[in-house]
């Protein structure tokens, strides 16, 4: 049994009406989601196995580089139409969703924002079509939601850089292509970081560890370690000790995404538990009947609406190319929020046979929990939120 429904309908999360090419977009994606994914999803997931032929579809599909313009092979889409699609593939395959959410929003972007024209012409094209997978590197073991922490070293050589170090957590770590990466290539503190376009075939570049999760188990994170990295001099992106900040200004990017990935995976799990409601029967009737239930529903359904809603205004704030920092954590904090409770509340309503794998709200259940961890937990989204309030 997998998620259905019938369908958003024409309108983004009650704003405003959905236009041709969103509807389009929506349908293309719902319908590779059922036809490609949802067969083979309860087995990866099982399995553990990372689907490169999913992501090479999803280059075909061209959602792969949808926030790319159209001169560096992308479909120049906007923010609101890209999170459209993501949250239909989330609805079906969160672990998929994730790689597809990292790879547009943090390595393809910073190339684009940051890059020389020859780091764009090098890997922007393939990674739009597909061809190179990309992946952010970012997090360390005692640096994770302190990344100006960081112990990676970056020493300037003759020709370029060597980088020493390990990176932690790594979506697409171990299946990546082209990995954008932070070291620290000056003093302490966050102004002495700097970002690198690295290659994993380059001498000193090993995957480590590949970590065994609760959830998003199709999903490859693994540990990156480098050892003597040399790296070309063209491939710093952008000015020596700003990485940070490049990589601050792209998970903002990267947390709408993972608010699309937890709207996927809260209103799957809504349409399952409502679907459970009508079809299970106790003391003679559906549970559906009972209001209890129905109750539970209703506040389950208006609290993903309204995470959708402030999702995707954050998303046309960023796109009026407006200050959306605050909205975007606001929307990240509350999604994620949404996701973890769709999750609870659906295994409550299945009962006993919610806690089988039998049936996919135990793995939408296991999925939903990171979303509230990863690009920046609930609490640093508090804490960015709390700032800007008091900033104004």
């Known amino acids: 049994m997998t998620a259905a429904r019938a369908g958003r309908g024409d309108t983004a999360g ?21 036809a490609e994914l949802a067969p083979h999803v309860e087995e990866r997931d099982r399995k553990g196995e990372f689907s490169r032929e999913s992501i090479d579809a999803l280059g075909r599909l061209g959602f792969l580089g949808m926030l790319l313009p159209e001169e560096w ?57 597909g061809r190179l997978l990309g992946a952010f590197a970012l997090s360390e073991a005692h640096a994770g939601s302190d990344p100006a922490a960081l112990a990676c070293r970056a020493e300037r050589g003759a020709d370029g850089w ?8 790594v979506t697409n ?94 209103g799957a799990c809504l349409d399952l538990a409502t679907a459970w409601a009508r079809e299970r029967h106790a003391f003679g009737k559906a549970i559906a009947e009972f209001q209890g239930l129905r109750f539970l529903l209703a506040d389950l359904a208006a609290q993903i609406e309204a995470a959708r809603a402030l999702t995707y205004a954050a998303a046309a704030k960023k796109d009026r190319g407006e200050p959306a920092r605050k909205e975007v954590a606001m929307a990240k904090l509350l999604a994620s929020r949404a996701a973890m409770d769709a999750g609870v509340k659906a295994l409550q309503v299945y009962g006993g046979y919610g806690y089988m794998k039998d049936y996919p709200v135990e793995r939408y259940f296991r999925d ?25």
């Open 173 to 266: 770590g171990g299946t990546a292509d082209v990995v954008v990466a932070m070291a620290r290539s000056g003093g302490s503190g966050s102004g002495g970081i700097s970002a690198f376009v690295v290659e994993p075939s380059w001498a000193g570049y090993s995957i480590g560890k590949e970590e065994k999760k609760m959830g998003l188990r199709s999903s490859n994170t693994t540990e990156i370690v480098f050892s003597d990295l040399d790296v070309p001099a063209g491939n710093l992106l952008g000015e020596e000790g700003k990485g940070l900040a490049y990589a601050l200004g792209g998970l903002e990017h990267g947390r709408l995404g993972i608010a699309a990935q937890a709207l996927g995976i809260a």
């Open 162 to 169: 060597m980088l020493n170090g390990s990176k932690a957590w």
């Open 73 to 129: 092979g992308g479909s120049g889409m906007d923010t609101l139409t890209y999170l459209l699609a993501l949250e239909e593939i989330a609805r079906v395959d969160p672990a998929l969703a994730v790689s597809m959410s990292v790879h547009n929003s943090l390595p393809t972007q910073m190339i684009l924002a940051h890059g020389s024209e020859d780091l764009k012409e090098r890997y922007l094209r393939p990674m739009a079509e």
């Open 368 to 392: 939903a929990k990171v979303t509230e961890i990863y690009e920046g937990t609930s609490e640093i989204q508090r804490l960015v939120i709390a700032s800007e309030l008091l900033a104004e």
């Open 14 to 34: 009650g704003l405003h009406p959905l236009t041709d090419v969103q509807r389009e977009i929506v349908r293309t994606a719902r319908e590779f989601a059922r």
